[in-house]
């Protein structure tokens, strides 16, 4: 029989697609646990990178262990506990389901996260003294995606250590400057709040006022990004996101 018939032809094109989508399924099966240990050590790279912590050479694993991660009820501003335990509460999936989180009035949501989750998950460095840095998660829409990240403050709740994304889809080359060194480099050493309490970190339109010890750069052509910035950063340190647990961490009674 000959092989150009169009019976055989069909025949080896459904062979053909059944063998390669085992090899894909299969490798995907394979690589999922590489996949998942991955960003997990990418995500506490970013808690380390945000706390001046990271050192290039050594094990972020190794360098994790001085990190200490508790859980805190945004509306009492105090420590808590899940039922499923700190390790795999994920307060992104929190934030989406109704039981767990808070709708957001137009007026609340600055950072255009439609719903708070109830509950966050941060990250303390503990000395001799008390909380030396604190690391909070913070995440807000930009441009074209919600940004999330990381802002560390100092033992003072107010000094500001370091701030940095770990995931966006802003323009790479414009909104996509979030992501430069240089930019990030302004955070530290500002002021998250002014002396009557308000936020007070700032992301300018523009240039900083030169000697203010609370605004930082804007992002050059990326307006919007920078804006997007500023109003996640003013969410997350007001009533709405930890500005009740910084104070009560201030005053031991968090």
């Known amino acids: ?45 970013n808690i380390l990178l945000a706390a ?25 501003g105090k420590f808590t506990e899940v039922e499923e335990g700190t390790d795999k509460y ?14 957001l009035s137009g007026d609340e949501d600055i950072a255009k996260i439609s719903s708070r989750a109830d509950v966050a998950k941060v990250y303390l460095v503990e000395g001799a003294n008390g909380v030396e840095t604190v690391i909070l998660p913070i995440k807000g829409y930009g441009l074209w995606s919600t940004l ?28 996509g400057e979030v992501d ?5 480099g302004l955070f530290p050493g500002k002021k998250a709040y002014k002396a009557d309490g308000t936020v007070g970190l700032t992301v300018k339109k523009g ?28 969410f997350w340190l007001g009533e709405q996101g930890f500005a009740g647990f910084l104070t009560n961490l201030k005053n031991g009674e968090a």
């Open 90 to 103: 994920d307060q992104r999936k929190a934030s989406k389901d109704p039981a767990r989180s808070k709708e």
């Open 207 to 234: 240039p900083a006022t030169v000697g203010s010890e609370h605004e930082v750069d804007g992002l050059s052509g990326a307006t919007l990004t920078g804006k997007g910035v500023d109003n996640l950063i003013k």
């Open 52 to 76: 001046g912590l990271l050192e290039d050479g050594k094990s972020v694993e190794e360098q994790f262990k001085q990190i200490t991660t508790k859980l805190v009820d945004l509306d009492t």
């Open 1 to 45: 029989m000959s092989n150009d018939t169009i019976g055989k032809t069909i025949g080896v094109a459904l062979a053909l697609c059944i063998v390669c989508s085992v090899v894909v399924s299969t490798a995907a099966v394979m690589l999922k646990p590489a996949q998942i240990a991955n960003k997990s050590l990418d995500f506490k790279r």
């Open 148 to 175: 999330y990240g990381f802002l560390a403050l100092g033992s003072d709740f107010n000094t500001v250590v370091g701030m940095g994304f770990y995931e966006h889809a802003e323009t790479p080359g414009l909104g």
């Open 180 to 184: 430069n060194p240089n930019w990030k």
